[in-house]
């Protein structure tokens, strides 16, 4: 019987994590098929719009080095209750709250996915820490899906109910659901789920660690590819001559292209004996779907699925490594910290150079080749990252 109850709270805790996931992605990227809409409602010029993008990415950054301390102080399962709140109340204002709310609500709801995406992969390093890889990449699988319906949806919803604003509002059925599974996992379990001293402080400086460092730097270059492409990939496509639902099919097939490595990278990270090649292999690839989009767009679609292919893949290795290259939950916790903070801190800045880019050169061909560099850059950093080394 005992054995049967601990097996059921796992499975709810799996659910939770699964669903939590779902809003680590979704109620952000989903807005990139909506940008050339909500930039003519409000007369914003390209970097202003760009802007909308920047605001989480500047919460994930700043706000990421903080998470690990109230993990330690609250515990894990609290903040990341807390945090679906915040995600919850960030869509509502976003959507409801005119230009102000656009930008607020924007940045409220990316302190609450920065809470998630830090603490994620130290409650897995804790509650399941011989299946880290596999876990991860369910997760990495259902944000990656839920993004993709997102992305693919937001025009349609947007021509059904006459508003741009309607159709982000739908994003709010995915907290809701999270917040309904994680209290009732909440409840039913408040001695596994509510503990305050289940992390220790770090031995270390992470931030001294040139492991780190090169784990920051391939989930950080990665991200800053990803977000330049999933911000702007549908006006890209729509100065090919394509239409805004086409290129919204497009931005959400990007998504769905990243979800596929996480029906297999379990599986094949828990049979490597370390991840060099494979991470190497990401930043060639995504490099190769950049030159693609530049020298030959009419083959969009290939290229779409290469990068979405590449930065999935590589999304579930710089994850994974946080919990294969940290010894315990609380060098999980600080390396996500510190991965995350450098990652978006990048990422950040990468839409609304992008606009300025496209406004300053009239074109995207410089913005394609200066990724593409990224890309290489990537995967050095990869192969360095990928090592079978641990720390603490």
Request: aromatic residues 10%.
């Amino acid at each position: 019987m005992q054995q049967k109850s601990v097996n059921r709270a796992s499975m709810w805790l799996f659910l939770g994590i699964l669903l939590i996931s779902t809003n680590l992605r979704a109620p952000f990227t989903s807005v990139a098929p909506l940008l050339p809409q909500i930039g003519d409602y409000f007369h914003l010029n390209s970097i202003c719009v760009g802007l909308i993008q920047m605001l989480p990415l500047l919460a994930f950054a700043l706000f990421s080095p903080c998470v690990p301390a109230l993990g330690r102080h609250y515990g894990l399962s609290n903040v990341l209750f807390v945090a679906l709140v915040v995600i919850t109340a960030g869509i509502l204002w976003r959507s409801l709250g005119g230009l102000w709310g656009l930008y607020g609500g924007t940045l409220l709801l990316g302190l609450g996915i920065a809470a998630g995406n830090v603490l994620l992969p130290s409650l897995l390093k804790r509650d399941f820490a011989g299946r880290t890889g596999r876990i991860t990449s369910w997760y990495v699988l259902a944000m990656s899906l839920a993004a993709a319906v997102g992305s693919a949806v937001m025009v349609p919803l947007a021509q059904y109910f006459q508003h741009w604003s309607w159709a982000l509002l739908s994003t709010l059925c995915l907290p809701l659901l999270a917040l309904l599974v994680w209290w009732r996992q909440w409840q039913s379990e408040p001695h596994a789920m509510q503990q305050h001293t289940e992390m220790q402080p770090l031995q270390h400086n992470i931030w001294t660690v040139a492991l780190a460092w090169q784990v920051s730097l391939f989930f950080g270059l990665n991200s800053l590819i990803y977000y330049i492409v999933v911000a702007w990939l549908p006006a890209l496509l729509q100065s090919m001559g394509l239409s805004a639902a086409t290129a919204g099919t497009l931005h959400g097939i990007l998504q769905l292209a990243g979800a596929i490595p996480g029906l297999f990278m379990g599986m094949l990270l828990a049979r490597l004996c370390d991840q060099r090649w494979l991470a190497a292999g990401c930043g060639l690839l995504s490099a190769v779907g950049l030159v693609g989009l530049w020298l030959l767009p009419s083959l969009a679609v290939v290229w779409v699925i290469c990068l979405g292919f590449s930065t999935g893949v590589s999304v579930i290795l710089g994850l994974a490594f946080i919990g294969l290259r940290a010894g315990h939950a609380s060098a999980a916790a600080a390396l996500s910290g510190m991965a995350q903070s450098v990652a978006y801190l990048l990422a950040a800045g990468g839409p609304p150079l992008a606009g300025w880019l496209h406004d300053r050169f009239g074109g995207w061909q410089l913005l394609l080749a200066v990724c593409m560099v990224l890309a290489l850059i990537q995967a050095v950093a990869g192969y360095l990252a990928g090592r079978a080394r641990q720390i603490d």
